[in-house]
Structure formats: C-alpha cells, structure tokens
C-alpha cells in the first residue's frame, strides 16, 4: 500500500517559520515526483510544491516562490517542505501526495496555521 506521512504543521505566527515533513513508502521513491498541495478554509485544494527524486527539480507555486523549500532525504524516503516567512494566507492543511502533477495518493494532510 502507498502512505504517505505527514507531520510538522503547527500553529505560528506570522513571519515564522515551519518544517513539514512526509514519509513515503509503498511504492518506487526514485519514479516520479512528490510533493504538496494545500486546501485553505472555503477554498479548493491548491498545488503548492513538487520535487523530482530522480533529478532533484522542482516547482513552486507563484504564492510560496522565496518562501518555501522543498527537499527530500532519498535514503530515508523523506520529503521535506521548509516554510519560511508564512503569511496568515497560508493557514490550510497541507497535504503530501503522489505523484505531484496529478496526485492518485493523499496523505491525510497536516494543519497549518497562522496567525497575524
């Protein structure tokens, strides 16, 4: 079975800063490219950041382009999303997913929010 783990998300203020992290297993972790969406109260689920394991590109959505990171730890089937400068219009839960461009996998999301 494919899971993907999410955990770090928190309560902070804005300005702080957050370190999401998600544990994949179940399936290939070099095929493919892993990432994060994110759905905000009232609003749709959003693409936020996607990583290739195989070469290490990535993407960013235009909302989080110098704010946010995303990394991956390939030994330990690890993704990481390093939030930086959150601003209160990043308050959503976050949800880790494969594969990024359209994800078939959901974790079960891990709530952030900020506060002004």
């Known amino acids: 079975d494919v899971q993907l783990q999410a955990s770090g998300g928190g309560l902070v203020q804005a300005g702080g800063s957050l370190r999401l992290s998600c544990a994949a297993s179940g399936f290939a972790f070099d095929v493919g490219a892993i990432g994060w969406f994110r759905q905000a109260p009232g609003k749709e689920r959003e693409g936020v950041s996607c990583?290739?394991?195989?070469?290490?590109?990535?993407y960013y959505a235009d909302s989080v382009k110098g704010r946010f990171t995303i990394s991956s730890d390939n030994a330990k089937n690890l993704v990481y999303l390093q939030m930086n400068s959150l601003k209160p219009e990043d308050t959503a839960v976050y949800y880790c997913?494969?594969?990024?461009?359209?994800?078939?996998?959901w974790g079960q999301g891990t709530l952030v929010t900020v506060s002004s």
């Open positions: 990583i290739s394991i195989s070469d290490g590109s990535t």
């Open positions: 997913v494969f594969p990024c461009e359209r994800p078939d996998y």
